[in-house]
């Protein structure tokens, strides 16, 4: 039976889903997390940008940069967004219990 590209799709947006699950419990396993939040998002940040990067090469080649030219004022503001949600996430859940933040 072969599989349709809708399929494979919600596969992988499951599994993000259960990945990005687990970045509340890595948070709390972190000593002291109040005094590293910084280092936290730094890694986590370059980590996501490295992997998409790492795809796109797979998938376009050395043309993949010229999408970063594509992105528009749409992409800006959500790459901005994005990056501010990331910010927001971390500091609250080394503020506040993981419930209450996975919860809003």
Not at 41 to 59: A, D, M, P, Q, V
């Amino acid at each position: 039976m072969k599989k349709s590209k809708t399929d494979s799709a919600i596969l992988i947006v499951l599994l993000a889903g259960i990945f990005w699950s687990f970045g509340a419990l890595v948070v709390r396993f972190i000593e002291d997390a109040r005094s590293v939040p910084w280092q936290y998002l730094f890694f986590r940040g370059s980590t996501i940008f490295i992997l998409i990067n790492i795809y796109l090469f797979i998938k376009e080649g050395k043309s993949f940069t010229k999408n970063y030219k594509k992105i528009g004022t749409s992409g800006i503001i959500g790459g901005i967004s994005l990056g501010l949600a990331m910010i927001c996430f971390i500091w609250s859940i080394t503020h506040t219990t993981a419930a209450v933040t996975l919860l809003i």
